[in-house]
């Protein structure tokens, strides 16, 4: 049974330049959120996708955009890259529907803006 | 939005010691989890109690939904136990928008 799969699990980025980070879902899930950790503190919910929509956004900025593709699978896109967009990013899946079931996390993509 | 407390913030034990950490929230909430997240930053599952008790092996955890907290007890603690331990939770107003603590610290020491 194949967990939340994340990539790249490393990337550096320089201000102003744009980056894609990509997840797949846990086997039978169809919702998908995303989640910014910066250090030394608890994941920040970014957005949560379903049915190749966005159904809920956290406080982010439109620089922070996302994706959903047929097979569950999402992107994260970041415009415009600011020093303080460097944290670890992480991608979580869980059964859709009415969204209160077990949320299951991947191991994230920790990028640096130089 | 809900606000959500975690304690202590940093923990450090003796291997084979007993430890309790706790969660606060603000609101009522219909999901919460526990997670572990290890060196490498990935969020282990550990327990999903929105109310009532669970045990695993050497952890257990309660919520009492009403008083709006959660406890997450780690026995006889092993070096493999060090890490950040977190709580989140979910509202039914805002399904799908899990709010994290800042996390517990805890290192245990052989």
């Known amino acids: 049974d194949a967990g939340v799969t994340q990539s790249p699990t490393h990337l550096i980025k320089t201000r102003g330049q744009q980056v894609t980070l990509r997840c797949s879902p846990k086997?039978?899930?169809?919702?998908v959120s995303w989640y910014q950790q910066a250090l030394g503190q608890g994941p920040q919910f970014i957005f949560q996708y379903y049915e190749e929509e966005e159904r809920q956004r956290g406080n982010f900025p439109d620089r922070f955009s996302g994706h959903q593709f047929p097979n569950y699978s999402s992107e994260l896109n970041v415009n415009a890259l600011l020093l303080g967009d460097s944290a670890l990013y992480l991608c979580a899946s869980r059964s859709g529907g009415d969204w209160t079931g077990e949320l299951f996390f991947g191991e994230g993509s920790r990028l640096t803006v130089l | 939005g809900i606000q959500v407390e975690q304690s202590p913030p940093d923990l450090i034990l003796q291997e084979g010691a007993n430890s309790t950490l706790r969660c606060n929230f603000s609101?009522?909430?219909?999901?919460l989890q526990w997670f572990h997240q290890n060196p490498w930053g990935q969020l282990i599952n550990l327990f999903y109690?929105?109310?009532g008790t669970k045990q695993n092996g050497r952890l257990s955890a309660t919520t009492v939904a009403t008083e709006r907290y959660s406890l997450l007890y780690i026995s006889s603690s092993q070096t493999t136990d060090s890490g950040v331990y977190f709580c989140a939770v979910e509202r039914y107003t805002n399904a799908g928008k899990s709010t994290f603590g800042d996390g517990t610290t805890l290192t245990v020491k052989p």
């Open positions: 109690i929105p109310s």
């Open positions: 086997s039978g899930h169809d919702t």
């Open positions: 609101d009522s909430v219909n999901n």
